[in-house]
Every structure is written in structure tokens, then in C-alpha cells.
């Protein structure tokens, strides 16, 4: 974990063989196995037949929907998802944010809002709020450029690789503004979905709040 941490094994990059770590923390190969079982469990490395073990990354197709939890229904088919940035902007973090991101009250932060299309439907209003001395550069021209996920984007170009996330649930009504932007009556029923996202050493490093149409779609957790 601590070499994770310190990026020595990078998102994506063979690890060494459990021969060679277990000469290196002077433990038995089982020890050494057990550990990496460990650390495949919690998706921070994946197992390849014949070739090794990997530090997982969100570039992986497994990994790219993976704090995206939101499902068709069953008579629905399974659209690709497209974005539209609506802003990025640098301000003050208000004092919940600050709070919930472990930042001091007026730190800088980068807020994104940005519409989730589910073909042709926008399904999901998100507000995001990241700390502005990791994500330097981060703007809405880059953002809209990058075609992949948003999280491999933070992997590669800032060194952020999400490793878990703690999420709050409620229903809500759509106010006027939101209801515009989702194309649903105003007062219609909303999934409100607040996530917190941890790097390594458990750093939250993201918060996101999020508008969920679910007329077509449910919200989906598989629980260990």
C-alpha cells in the first residue's frame, strides 16, 4: 500500500512477482499471495492469467463504470454515455465543501457541472468539487476534449487515482433550474446521490453531488 501510495508501481504497470516481494519484505511466498489477494479484493490490483498482477487503473474497461452504479431497467437497452461540460470554474471553497473535502474555509477548489447523457436522454446532473492545488490546469476545454472516463483523466494527467468511494442517498424534487437542464417537469422525482471519493492513505480528494433521473434507470449496489 505504502508503494502504491508513493506511485513506485504506477496505474497500470506490472508489479514484481510475489517471488520477488516476498525477498523483499523477508515474508513467505503465501504470505506475500494472501496480501495480494487482499489488494485485488479492494480492486487496487488486477490478476492476469500468465502474465502478472497490475495496479488497476480506471483506463481498465472492468474499471471504467465502476462508481457509476446506475442500470437500465430491463426492458430498456443499454445506451453509451456522452457529457456536456456546462462550466469549470476556480472560487473559494464554501465551509461544507472545505469540510468534506479536509481543506481550511477558503481554500481554492475547481467546481464542474456537467450533464450525463444516457442516448438521447440527459439522465444525470452532476455538480464536482475538487481541490485546486492537485488539479491545476484542469478546464472546461480539457475536460470536454477527453473522451474517456473523468477518472482515468485524473489518473493520467494529475496522479489521482480513486480507490474508493463513501456515498449518501435521498430522493428529492427537481428545483426549476434542474428540471430544465434534465428535460423533466419541475417537482418531478429526483435520486440524490452525494459521493466522496479517497486516494490512497484514505485522502478524499472529490465530491460530487449528483441529480439522478431514474424513469429509466435504478440505482444499483452489490453488497459484500
Known amino acids: 500500500m505504502q508503494s502504491l501510495q508513493a506511485s513506485e508501481w504506477k496505474p497500470g504497470e506490472l508489479i514484481p512477482s510475489e517471488v520477488e516481494l516476498a525477498a523483499r519484505f523477508k515474508v513467505s ?120 472516463p473523468l477518472y482515468a483523466l485524473f489518473e493520467t494527467e494529475f496522479g489521482v487515482h480513486m480507490v474508493r468511494a463513501q456515498e449518501r442517498i435521498r430522493a428529492v424534487g427537481a428545483d426549476a433550474a434542474s428540471a430544465e437542464l434534465l428535460a423533466v417537469p419541475a417537482g418531478s422525482p429526483l435520486l440524490s446521490v452525494e459521493r466522496v471519493s479517497f486516494t490512497y492513505g484514505d485522502k478524499s480528494v472529490e465530491l460530487r453531488r449528483g441529480l439522478y433521473v431514474t424513469s429509466r434507470h435504478f440505482y444499483q449496489n452489490n453488497l459484500n
Not at 34 to 45: F, P, S
Request: hydrophobic residues 40%; charged residues 30%.
Open 29 to 148: 511466498q503465501g504470505t506475500v499471495r494472501k496480501a495480494i489477494d487482499e489488494l485485488a479484493a479492494e480492486n487496487l490490483v488486477v490478476r492476469r492469467q500468465g502474465k502478472g498482477t497490475f495496479v488497476a487503473t480506471h483506463h481498465e474497461d472492468q474499471a471504467q463504470y465502476r462508481f457509476l452504479s446506475l442500470k437500465p431497467n430491463e426492458d430498456q437497452p443499454r445506451y453509451p454515455s456522452t457529457r456536456r461540460v456546462l462550466d469549470c470554474k476556480r472560487q473559494r471553497a464554501p465551509a461544507e465543501v472545505a469540510r468534506m473535502l479536509d481543506l481550511k474555509p477558503g481554500d481554492g477548489v475547481v467546481q464542474i457541472r456537467r450533464l450525463l447523457f444516457l442516448a438521447p436522454e440527459p439522465t444525470v446532473l452532476e455538480e464536482i468539487w475538487l481541490p485546486a492545488n492537485i488539479f491545476k490546469g484542469l478546464s472546461a476545454e480539457r475536460l470536454t476534449e477527453w473522451k474517456g
